[in-house]
T-cell receptor, first 112, second 113 residues
Framework: DGGITQSPKYLFRKEGQNVTLSCEQN?????MYWYRQDPGQGLRLIYY???????QKGDIAEGYSVSREKKESFPLTVTSAQKNPTAFYLC???????????FGQGTRLTVV | QQQVKQSPQSLIVQKGGISIINCAYE??????FPWYQQFPGKGPALLIA?????SEKKEGRFTISFNKSAKQFSLHIMDSQPGDSATYFC????????????FGAGTQVVVTP
């Protein structure tokens, strides 16, 4: 089955720690995205990548980092610089010329 | 600031009724307007989408109405069913943005039996 796999589903982080969220897709999509979802605020774009080894900041990139070493993978690191990291994180992908975005099932990150 | 404004925040409708969700945008460069449906704990899934060259698009019980001059678009869910209970997001993007979407804040729809 083609799709986007995010792991883990739930993640707990102590304050001051970095954590990495995994996103893998087997849709052969060129573009990948990370969104953050908070209650009542919709989805906000963190980072996006249109091609391997290249990525751009979205609207709320501060405190986050990404890499795109393979077409299939776009991991997101939530660093200790992110002041309010507790949220639902969603990874998405789209084809090169298309604009329909397909989403993974999300990772819920909680700071304890 | 939010580029896509969505209302209402929540909506309760009886089974068989019509759910209506409205969205407004400012950026006239937007040319793709999708609606996503999200169930609790899941990622959003594309429901229906429209481009500004048409004023209405219907897929089953779901209809998008688009008013380019007013910069508004809306989702109508006809004959609402309990299984439609979910959060609905409108979004907008530009053709050159490779799927980079600006989302509304979401509307939680509850369909009562």
């Amino acid at each position: 089955d083609g799709g986007i796999t995010q792991s883990p589903k739930y993640l707990f982080r102590k304050e001051g720690q970095n954590v990495t969220l995994s996103c893998e897709q087997n849709l052969n999509h060129d573009a990948m995205y990370w969104y953050r979802q908070d209650p009542g605020q919709g989805l906000r774009l963190i980072y996006y990548s249109q091609i391997v080894n290249d990525f751009q900041k979205g609207d709320i990139a501060e405190g986050y980092s990404v890499s795109r070493e393979k077409k299939e993978s776009f991991p997101l690191t939530v660093t200790s610089a992110q002041k309010n990291p507790t949220a639902f994180y969603l990874c998405a992908s789209s084809i090169r010329q298309g604009i329909e975005a397909f989403f993974g099932q999300g990772t819920r990150l909680t700071v304890v | 600031q939010q580029q896509v404004k969505q209302s209402p925040q929540s909506l309760i409708v009886q089974k068989g009724g019509i759910s209506i969700i409205n969205c407004a945008y400012e950026n006239t460069a937007f040319d793709y307007f999708p609606w996503y449906q999200q169930f609790p704990g899941k990622g959003p899934a594309l429901l229906i989408a429209i481009r500004p060259d048409v004023s209405e698009k219907k897929e089953g019980r779901f209809t998008i109405s688009f008013n380019k001059s007013a910069k508004q678009f809306s989702l109508h869910i006809m004959d609402s069913q309990p299984g439609d209970s979910a959060t609905y997001f409108c979004a907008a993007s530009r053709a050159d943005s490779w799927g980079k979407l600006q989302f509304g804040a979401g509307t939680q729809v509850v369909v009562t039996p």
